[in-house]
């Protein structure tokens, strides 16, 4: 349990898609919440993610960071930590980076235990991924 990130919106931030979670009132439980689709090249959808996190009622923002396999900062990661600034300039809301290193991976691996296929449903597996990255932090107390 992790009250400190109730009601924080999870952003699993990619190149093609971005995955979102949210976590209970009480901070102990992250759920899926949907993925939108960008096109690459494009501007960040800043205003698309604020507004997602509004109509989940989000009072905060847990963005995944992503680190090479040796937990090095990346020039990936440094526009993941500008969209997060971004993010916490626009809304005012707190804006915290927790390490994704593999979540996707381990979102991919529950599909297939569920004897589900990925096929067509790439979104979903970025919205397990960011409710993955989102329990982690709530499992970890403060």
Same mark, same amino acid.
């Given at each position: 349990?992790?009250? &400190? ?17 949210? @976590? ?5 439980? &992250? @759920?899926? $919440? ?16 604020? #507004? ?5 009622? #989000? ?5 995944? =960071?992503?680190?090479? &396999? ?7 990661? #440094? ?8 993010? &916490? ?16 991976? $381990? ?5 297939? %235990? =569920? ?13 397990? @991924? ?11 107390? %403060?």
């Amino acid at each position: 349990m992790n009250p &400190a990130l109730a009601r924080f919106l999870a952003v699993d931030y990619g190149r093609k898609r971005v995955g979102f979670a949210i @976590s209970d009132p009480l901070g102990m439980i &992250a @759920s899926p $919440a949907g993925f939108i689709t960008r096109r690459e090249g494009k501007r960040p959808p800043i205003t698309k993610i604020i #507004a997602r996190a509004t109509e989940l009622g #989000a009072l905060g923002y847990l963005i995944g =960071l992503p680190l090479d &396999a040796g937990g090095h900062e990346t020039a990936w990661t #440094a526009e993941v930590r500008a969209l997060g600034a971004e993010i &916490a300039k626009r809304t005012g809301m707190p804006v915290r980076f927790y390490d994704e290193r593999f979540t996707t991976a $381990a979102a991919l691996r529950t599909v297939k %235990e =569920l004897g589900e296929s990925t096929r067509g449903r790439k979104g979903d597996v970025d919205a397990l @991924s960011a409710a993955i990255l989102l329990q982690h932090a709530l499992n970890v107390s %403060e």
